[in-house]
C-alpha cells in the first residue's frame, strides 16, 4: 500500500502524507475507511512509531483524518474537510508551479490536458 524512499532528500513522514493524500484525492481510500494502527503500519514499514503517528497528525490537522480515541485513525469525509484555506493555499502554490512551467515552454493546451488527466484521475474517470 505504501512505499517509501529511504533514500529521498524528503522527510518520512512528508512521503507519507504525500502518499495518504494521493491514496484519499484518487478515491483508494474511502471515506470513514480505518488507516492501519501506527504500531501496525511502523511494523510493515520498519520505521518509527512516532514518524507514522507524526504523519498521521498533520493529515489530522490537513483535515483529511479525524481520530476516534481508541478506535484509530479514519478518512474524513470531505464536507468534513476545511477546504477554504488549504485551496487557497493550494491556489498559491498551482500559480508559483505554472508560473515556473510557462517560463520552461508549458502552453496553455499542455496545462489543459493535465487538468483533464487529473480530472479523470480523481473522478474515476467520469467527465463532467
Known sequence: MFQLDVRSRKPIYEQLVDKIKELIIHRILRPDEQLPSVRALSSQLTVNPNTIQRAYRELENQGYLYSIKGK???VA??????????LLDLKKDIQKLIAEAIYLGLTKEDLYVLFDEAHQ???GGKKK
Open 121 to 123: 484521475q480523481t473522478k
Open 72 to 74: 484509530g485513525n479514519f
Open 77 to 86: 469525509a470531505i464536507e468534513q474537510m476545511t477546504n477554504e484555506q488549504n
